[in-house]
């Protein structure tokens, strides 16, 4: 899977802006990400040698095509909003478009391009919650249009009474828990705590403890004593900030079921509950689709279950195939020897678990990781008899 240096400069180029792009703009909204996929998939496919495991290509054609055009029929027919359902087919489309695109990329190139990706967003987060806290002109400027066109949260949040932080948070932020784990048992521990870092700065609650234990699991794993006293003596002093700062006791309403954000679920998991028949429980009620939430008191396209969501937009078959295909493949993955593509299996399950407390499941960018897991199996077993990471 060598390649020449000229070629293999400019498609790792090709792969990271892709990526960066993905994971920066993830709904496409800020103008960055659709460009980028038509330019990086036009002369992406001047490296591919139209080389598939028909298998796959049915699996992922059934998956993000077949099933979801008849969602999207379903949707329509029953009075769904058709510009809802559109977005929502578009989501699964792309995806599979960008599985045909990748597939003969070498998969370390993909892991490193995806990772890279989330890196480099996470540093930008920190530079916007500076911007913030300092009124930086450049950084609030970036942050004002990102706010105006829903790119995510940015500015400022009401943790406790009286008490406001910065609060930046990309729609691409839940994958950021998966890349902090992948880079902290790796032993990159700048990249980690920048990682981390970001989590906080978007206060996201359920990213924050879910990485907070995975540091705790690296510490006890960890046969490096000295490596072992440093760590803890940073984790230590970090945690008494932390236990003296506002953000604490929004981890500790979340943890005792007490958060705004928790009523809202359950709320909502009560509705879906109330609302399931047989025929829609099996096959859904179609892209497009609403759903009366009764914490907003409104009818609305997305809950923040998304497991629950993908239920009620596809059906119980659907999600089953999907869920078991996902499950597969991190297992896959997680047995390998080699360590990159180990902790990009144990990325992609916690991502596929945390996914689902927003609206994030369904989307190009955990659908393109989980088409890096089917291509690097394809890959480490069939193609890349060597099974090293160079690329």
């Known amino acids: 899977m060598k390649m020449r240096n000229c070629s293999k400069y400019f498609l790792i180029f090709l792969i990271y802006i892709l990526f960066l792009s993905l994971v920066l703009d993830m709904g496409g909204t800020l103008g960055i990400r659709n460009p980028i996929l038509i330019f990086s998939s036009l002369f992406l496919l001047f490296f591919s040698k139209f080389k598939f495991n028909k298998y796959d290509i049915i699996i992922f054609l059934a998956l993000l095509v077949i099933w979801p055009l008849y969602s999207y029929m379903l949707g329509i027919t029953n009075d769904g909003n058709i510009d809802i359902a559109n977005s929502q087919l578009k989501a699964t489309v792309l995806s599979f478009v960008l599985f045909l695109v990748l597939y003969n990329v070498p998969y370390a190139l993909l892991i490193d391009g995806f990772m890279w990706g989330i890196k480099i967003t996470s540093i930008v987060s920190i530079f916007l919650t500076f911007s913030l806290f300092f009124e930086i002109p450049v950084g609030k400027a970036v942050l004002e249009y990102m706010d105006k066109v829903e790119a995510g949260y940015f500015g400022f949040r009401p943790l406790v009474e009286n008490v406001y932080v910065p609060n930046i948070y990309f729609k691409s932020t839940l994958f950021f828990v998966g890349a902090f784990i992948f880079y902290l048992f790796r032993d990159k521990w700048i990249t980690a705590v920048i990682i981390f870092v970001s989590l906080v700065a978007a206060v996201a609650k359920t990213a924050i403890i879910v990485s907070s234990l995975a540091f705790i699991f690296y510490l006890i794993k960890s046969g490096k004593k000295f490596t072992k006293f440093i760590i803890s003596i940073i984790f230590v002093i970090g945690l008494f900030y932390f236990i003296n700062s506002p953000y604490f006791l929004v981890i500790v309403d979340t943890l005792s079921g007490h958060s705004d954000t928790t009523d809202v679920r359950m709320q909502d998991f009560i509705s879906f509950l109330h609302s399931l028949g047989l ?107 060597e099974k090293t990471d160079e690329y």
């Open 279 to 385: 025929v829609n429980f099996l096959f859904g009620n179609g892209l497009g689709s609403s759903f009366f939430s009764p914490s907003h008191n409104e009818y609305v396209y997305n809950i923040e279950i998304d497991h629950i969501n993908s239920v009620r937009k596809y059906g119980v078959i659907w999600f089953i195939f999907f869920t078991s295909l996902t499950t597969f493949y991190s297992i896959k993955l997680i047995n390998k020897k080699n360590k990159k593509i180990k902790l990009f299996g144990f990325s992609l399950i916690i991502t596929f678990l945390l996914a689902g407390t927003n609206p994030v499941l369904i989307s190009p960018l955990f659908l393109t990781m989980l088409s890096i897991a089917v291509i690097i199996e394809n890959q480490y077993l069939f193609r890349n008899k």
